[in-house]
């Protein structure tokens, strides 16, 4: 049988572009937004060339993408113990960024194919009264726009939204990103482009970028900053919003640029790596695979399977046979945390939520990352370990 032998959590290097320029930066010495004179700095380029991408009005980038969505709850005047709506799936800052702010989150139930239970949102905002939803578009599935955003406006519910898995991803023709009064993404190594850390938010409304942009620690340098709103923007923000300081710096906004300008090109080789699995996956009766709906264009940067019919204890076999031939499989379903936590009995500073539907769903989920240093034929053998795993995990623990 064959071995997967490469490293699922290996990135790629950074374009030539990124380290010349970062070189000359660190050469330069200028490593700070406000501290380019008339020149216009790497960080509000960057900005600029972000919202023009998006196709949004305006970015302000900051140090990390839970900063990010901390920034946006704040700018938009989440106030302490308001409620605000989130998935019950979704990585820890979510639910962090919501505590940072001051915020109470409340879980919403994921459905079968892993994303917002629409029906259980309906009965959240109704019992909760919260004004504001943050979805978490978890590893990149969008639950059906449309719906979602029909549900919000009857309720008079903002939305906000999580993209650090959907940077690059559409619903009928509209970015992730541009649905709700802003939105949040993530240039973290495990992201769609790779500053290390990293984080950004975009809108529309030029009053929140600027209680966001001083919130970020502009100082009274924000009529320098350069890719934001006008000043007359910051008339309410300036002395009424506290400096939070989480600048982005020259170095990481530098080696972003030429990152974005390949973007679009990337999102083409996750989606051939992803279809590679995946149609592995496909010859397994036991793996269920969502259906990716038709309204979406997806960023294939993860991919995620369920075997609905597993025991804990099968589930623990398949992650043990795919990891002796070089398949690191996560489970959500553990028993006690470890790595990344994405699920909300690992975060007891929020009071505890029922949650019976997410906890079925996650039970018997898997996940693996596709870096791009991963080949497609390489994506063709992990997908053959995991059936061939499955079939080991569901053999044995059935015999004995
Ligand atoms: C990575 C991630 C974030 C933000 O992460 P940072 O590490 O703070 O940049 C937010 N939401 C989800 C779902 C993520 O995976």
């Not at 839970?66 to 799936?89: C, E, I, Q, S």
């Not at 406006?153 to 009064?181: K, Q």
């Not at 970020?216 to 923007?233: D, F, I, K, N």
């Not at 099968?314 to 992650?319: H, I, K, T």
Request: aromatic share 8%; glycine share 8%; hydrophobic share 40%.
């Amino acid at each position: 049988m064959q071995r997967f032998e490469g490293d699922l959590t290996q990135q790629e290097g950074l374009p030539d572009a990124s380290i010349d320029r970062a070189i000359e930066l660190l050469r330069s010495g200028r490593l700070h937004r406000y501290q380019t004179g008339d020149a216009e700095s790497e960080a509000a380029a960057f900005e600029r060339e972000f919202a023009a991408w998006q196709g949004t009005e305006y970015c302000l980038a900051c140090t990390s993408g839970g900063y990010a969505l901390f920034l946006a709850l704040l700018a938009y005047g989440v106030k302490p113990g308001d409620a605000v709506l989130t998935n019950a799936y979704t990585l820890a800052p979510v639910p962090g960024a919501i505590a940072h702010a001051g915020g109470r989150p409340v879980f919403v139930e994921c459905d079968d194919d892993t994303v917002i239970d629409l029906a259980d949102l309906e009965v959240k905002i109704k019992q909760s009264g919260a004004r504001v939803l943050m979805v978490s578009h978890m590893r990149g599935h969008l639950v059906d726009m449309d719906a979602l955003i029909a549900i919000l406006t009857a309720n008079g519910v903002d939305l906000i939204e999580d993209c650090a898995h959907t940077m690059g991803a559409a619903w009928n023709g509209t970015r992730s990103g541009n649905f709700g009064i802003a939105a949040c993404f993530s240039t973290q190594t495990y992201k769609h482009i790779n500053s290390g850390e990293g984080g950004l938010l975009v809108s529309r409304d030029p009053e929140l970028i600027a209680r966001a942009t001083v919130a970020s620690g502009s100082y009274m340098l924000y009529e320098r900053h350069g890719a934001g709103p006008e000043t007359g923007a910051f008339d309410g923000a300036r002395f009424q919003m506290p400096n939070c300081s989480g600048r982005m710096d020259e170095l990481r906004a530098a080696i972003l640029r030429p990152q974005l300008a390949q973007l679009d090109a990337q999102v083409e080789r996750w989606l051939e790596r992803y279809r590679a699995v995946e149609s592995a996956l496909s010859r397994s009766n036991a793996a269920r695979l969502r259906d990716r709906p038709a309204q979406e264009v997806f960023v294939g940067s993860s991919l995620q399977f369920r075997v609905t019919a597993f025991s804990p204890a099968q589930c623990e076999a398949l992650v043990r046979h795919a990891r002796a031939r070089g398949v690191e499989l996560k489970w959500f379903g553990a028993p006690e945390p470890h790595g990344y936590t994405s699920r909300h009995d690992s975060w007891r500073y929020v009071s505890a939520q029922t949650l019976p539907e997410t906890e079925r769903v996650l039970s018997t989920l898997f996940d693996i990352r596709i870096p791009l240093t991963v080949s497609v034929a390489d994506c063709a053998v992990i997908g053959e370990i995991i059936v061939a795993a499955i079939a080991v995990a569901a053999a044995a623990e059935a015999g004995g």
